[in-house]
């Protein structure tokens, strides 16, 4: 309980906050993380849907995975008190951005108005053809027809708006978040394992250029010995406790 006291009075004096997300602050949305996939989850395996090389050679292993796993994942999700308290301590705090690894849409969701999607995002696609972006509810009504669906406007290749692992991250996004990374005097970091890379190089920028860096994440990560505050636990306790703490009840 001290920490959290402490973690927040040390936000309330921030100036410039900046969230870094991972998978873990969207698992009490229901969603698994990689470590530890549940029911149907586990019929598709992360390295072969997630997958450029595998994507390229065997396409319809994710469009299957999307149709019958992550589309009704994506139609039933909602955010958490998690997300929830990270749009609290924007107008209850400084907090200006919330640079995520997550491809699930949930900090918009919840009201986040500034949002950096390291990895992209499920929820759109586009023609690798002409273009034409797609939501995700007409990709899905194209997959009753044919797997893998052809672009409606010119019969190409459709593909999600997400970074494939063996895809580079997108460098102008790369940079901007860099840069909150260097603008941040306190960086809080959540539901991330931190060992994802460059991803993880950002929490650690921010220490490097004199931020504060706090680690909530239920297990420990590599770089809790450089941070000023590690809470292990589940995001969705600690940040409204959190939250409490900075409206000072
Ligand atoms: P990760 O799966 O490597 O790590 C998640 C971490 O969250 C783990 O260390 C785990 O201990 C912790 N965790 C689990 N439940 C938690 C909770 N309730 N509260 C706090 N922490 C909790 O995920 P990562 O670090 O984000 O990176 C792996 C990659 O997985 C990323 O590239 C990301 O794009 C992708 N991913 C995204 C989603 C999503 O969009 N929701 C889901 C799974 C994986
Ligand atoms: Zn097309």
């Not at 809080?188 to 890379?197: C, P």
Request: overall charge neutral; charged content about 20%; proline content about 6%.
């Amino acid at each position: 309980m001290e920490t959290i006291t402490s973690l927040a009075s040390a936000i309330k004096k921030s100036k410039y906050i900046v969230a870094f997300t991972g998978a873990g602050i969207s698992a009490e949305s229901g969603i698994p993380t990689y470590r530890g996939e549940k029911g149907l989850w586990e019929k598709y395996d992360p390295n072969l849907y997630a997958n450029i090389n595998y994507f390229n050679q065997e396409p319809s292993y994710y469009w299957n995975f999307f149709r019958e796993v992550r589309y009704p994942s994506l139609k039933k999700v909602r955010p958490n008190q998690g997300h929830f308290a990270l749009v609290e301590i924007e107008s209850a705090g400084n907090l200006k951005t919330v640079i995520t690894q997550n491809i699930d849409g949930l900090h918009q969701e919840a009201g986040s108005s500034s949002v950096i999607e390291l990895h992209g995002t499920t929820r759109t696609f586009y023609c690798l053809d002409c273009s034409q972006e797609y939501s995700m509810d007409e990709v899905f009504s194209l997959l009753e027809t044919k797997i893998p669906p052809p672009c409606p406007v010119c019969k190409g290749k459709l593909r999600p708006n997400v970074v494939f692992f063996g895809e580079p991250l997108d460098p102008q996004i790369l940079h901007s978040a860099f840069k909150e990374a260097e603008n941040c005097d306190f960086l809080l970091a959540v539901g991330s394992s931190l060992v994802v890379y460059p991803a993880a190089d950002i929490p650690r920028r921010a220490k490097q250029r004199g931020a504060a860096l706090s680690i909530i994440n239920k297990e420990r990560t590599p770089l809790d010995y450089i941070a000023d505050y590690v809470i292990n636990d589940e995001s969705g306790k600690v940040l409204p406790r959190i939250v409490q703490s900075l409206k000072g009840d």
